[in-house]
């Protein structure tokens, strides 16, 4: 199981930018997948946005398309995600994930469990 450390979390006025970072405690050399879940205040927990390790492969929720980015840092065992263009509706809890398999592509934003989780952070996104 990786440890994953979240930061970067905070209050924003809707239009503006943040960046997320997690921080793994290591990138199997087989291939993990990591990504971005947000649990939304009356709204079910939904994936956002996911990138596989070894291929750095990308895929992100059609609400966040356009305005988030997800990338990494191998050296740093690190996972970003930049945030523009933000709206209310991005307010949320943001937990960084992890599985030990690299081969689910887009259906990781539909899972509802994963390996190993993040303890989160708040974005709030004011209007």
């Known amino acids: 199981q990786v440890q994953l450390v979240e930061s970067g979390g905070g209050l924003v006025q809707s239009g503006g930018s943040l960046r997320l970072s997690c921080a793994a405690s290591?990138?199997?050399?087989?291939?993990?997948?990591i990504g971005w879940t947000r649990q939304s205040p009356g709204k079910e927990r939904e994936g956002v946005s996911c990138?596989?390790?070894?291929?750095?492969?990308?895929y992100y929720a059609d609400a966040v398309k356009g305005r988030f980015t997800i990338s990494m840092d191998n050296a740093k065992n690190t996972v970003y995600l930049e945030m523009k263009d933000l709206i209310p509706e991005d307010t949320g809890v943001y937990y960084c994930?992890?599985?030990?398999?690299?081969?689910?592509?887009?259906?990781?934003?539909?899972?509802?469990?994963?390996?190993?989780w993040g303890q989160g952070t708040q974005v709030t996104v004011s209007s």
């Open positions: 994930a992890a599985d030990p398999f690299n081969n689910v592509g887009a259906n990781w934003l539909k899972m509802l469990s994963h390996s190993s």
């Open positions: 290591k990138f199997s050399r087989n291939g993990y997948t």
């Open positions: 990138i596989v390790i070894t291929a750095g492969t990308t």
